[in-house]
């Protein structure tokens, strides 16, 4: 998979080269690229923003660096089968979740447009329609500063979930959200610790039985801090 981020701040991403998603990276199986939004400038400031049209608080991004980008980063999947899928974090989107990331982690290509000040010139969705599947993605209902945490969020769990990024494709399957519900607790030795003990079922050796209580912890977890997710 190919992914490209667009920022004004693109040290950002320099998490992005650790731990599982650094090692995709070196292997090849997810090339990933941080670009930054003024190298499409041509001014000697290499101005990104401007005031609104029509009055009001802060600043808007041009679209012109904003065009360029996407038209450099977007061409080279002319030859492709695929047009690339655009994502801008905006807290105005559609929520982000585990079905979002499945979707995004079957494209072959992801550009991320990261916004800043008070978003950006609205002629810039539009005209991304022309060059790929346009989505505007929240990862919630609270206002960050600009898109880049949230980009390195949906990153993360989108290169998760590229075959061969996980080592064990089995943890994938066992965990929050996967199955609709919380995951159940986990422990591991001592036995006991702090006068705290296991659970007992867990070192019983009944496989069934276990299965069965992990079931019940999920549910029971879910209801009190999740009710939202058992409405359907
Ligand atoms: Cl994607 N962007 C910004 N700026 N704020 C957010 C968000 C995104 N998701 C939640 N809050």
Redesign the pocket.
């Known amino acids: 998979m190919r992914i490209d981020v667009v920022s004004i701040f693109p040290s950002y991403f320099d998490g992005l080269t650790l731990s599982l998603l650094g090692k995709a990276r070196d292997s090849g199986i997810l090339n990933l690229d941080v670009r930054d939004l003024r190298d499409w400038t041509h001014d000697r400031h290499r101005t990104v923003d401007d005031t609104p049209y029509g009055g009001g608080a802060g600043m808007v991004m041009k679209p012109e660096p904003w065009g360029l980008a996407l038209d450099e980063l977007a061409a080279s999947d002319s030859r492709a089968s695929e047009r690339p899928t655009i994502i801008f974090?905006?807290?105005a989107?559609e929520v982000f979740t585990q079905a979002t990331a499945r979707d995004l982690a079957t494209r072959e290509h992801l550009i991320f447009g990261c916004g800043r000040y008070e978003g950006i010139d609205e002629r810039v969705f539009e005209y991304a329609a022309d060059l790929g599947e346009v989505r505007l993605?929240?990862?919630?209902d609270?206002?960050?500063?600009?898109?880049e945490v949230?980009v390195m969020a949906m990153v993360e769990a989108i290169g998760r979930l590229i075959p061969g990024v996980v080592g064990n494709p089995e943890s994938l399957v066992e965990e929050s959200h996967e199955d609709g519900l919380l995951e159940y607790p986990s422990y591991t030795k001592p036995s006991v610790w702090r006068d705290r003990e296991v659970p007992p079922v867990l070192l019983s050796g009944n496989h069934g039985a276990i299965a069965h209580w992990r079931r019940e912890q999920q549910l029971e977890r879910t209801r009190r801090r999740r009710p939202d997710l058992l409405e359907d």
Do not use: E, W
């Not at 993605?137 to 919630?140: T, Y």
């Not at 609270?142 to 898109?147: D, I, K, Q, R, S």
């Open positions: 974090p905006s807290p989107g993605i929240s990862l919630g609270y206002v960050l500063n600009g898109g949230a």
